[in-house]
């Protein structure tokens, strides 16, 4: 089972923002607030402020390995903030924290942990959290014992990115002819066992694996192409966009407080003259029973 990448949302405060998910779906408002939600990095960069989500790391970045390398999984969080633990699920379906029966710490941080000698027991998903329950983006991640394994991103890539495809054999590979599939279909046949995708697209997406010629072949992995970065808004744009926000936290209070004021003056001033009329319908009924 391929297990696509899961967007860990984060508060953000503004008014008609712009927000762009790279690898999910695309809005843009026009208040040009440029919100960026990256499952790349799964990182929310809010323009001048900054409300940042969380994300797994992992170097290298691919989805497949092959027993005994090492992988290096990293919570990162813009705020700095602790308590991320990178955590999997097991095989039996439980769920299992690093450094507890899997997996060292680093020193100098619980939020990256070293995966080394991996066994194909090793394979899941792999996500950070946090001491409070938030989750980060999950990456599913395989450890092979195949003779051939494909290399590609396990994190979604950029559209418009390069996009390099490797299919590696672990015997000799001089002389050898490999096959490139994606969505079942033949896409390319080379000796170098690279397959290169220039400028990516949504196109792009699908289930790649590869193939000695006629041989042995991989496990397949998926391949997500995400929406590209909004360019970065100018020094201009970005102080009219401070005093924006500034006049609208400030202001908002006034306006709040001077409304609820005028409501309170009304209601005071109506039920005033309804007691006065009162006052005025009694004093009638008085002078006729006279």
Not at 189 to 210: P, R
């Amino acid at each position: 089972m391929q297990h696509r990448a899961g967007v860990g949302v984060g508060a953000c405060v503004g008014v008609g923002v712009g927000v762009e998910v790279e690898g999910g779906v695309s809005q843009r408002g026009s208040a040009d607030l440029t919100v960026g939600v990256s499952l790349w990095c799964v990182r929310m960069e809010l323009t001048p402020f900054c409300l940042t989500l969380f994300c797994l790391q992992m170097n290298p970045d691919k989805s497949q390995f092959y027993r005994y390398d090492n992988i290096i999984l990293t919570c990162q969080d813009h705020w700095n903030t602790t308590g991320w633990t990178v955590r999997r699920k097991t095989p039996e379906g439980g769920v299992r924290t690093c450094s507890s029966s899997w997996g060292s710490l680093s020193s100098s941080s619980s939020s990256s942990c070293t995966v080394g000698n991996i066994y194909p027991t090793d394979s899941g998903v792999y996500w950070c959290e946090s001491a409070d329950g938030k989750t980060s983006n999950a990456v599913n991640i395989t450890i092979t014992d195949r003779l051939v394994l494909l290399e590609s991103p396990g994190l979604p890539v950029l559209e418009g990115a390069t996009v390099t495809l490797r299919c590696r054999a672990e015997t000799n590979s001089s002389g050898l002819r490999f096959d490139f599939f994606k969505d079942g279909l033949a896409v390319s046949i080379n000796s170098t066992g690279e397959m290169i995708i220039h400028s990516a697209s949504k196109s792009d997406e699908g289930l790649y694996k590869c193939s000695i010629h006629e041989g042995e072949e991989s496990l397949s992995n998926w391949l997500a192409v995400g929406a590209s970065r909004p360019p970065p808004p100018s020094s201009e744009a970005s102080s009219s966009n401070s005093r924006l926000i500034c006049h609208l936290v400030v202001g908002t209070p006034y306006l709040l407080s001077t409304v609820l004021l005028g409501l309170i003056y009304r209601d005071r001033k109506r039920a005033a003259r309804t007691v006065a009329e009162r006052r005025g319908s009694n004093d009638v009924i008085m002078e006729i029973a006279v």
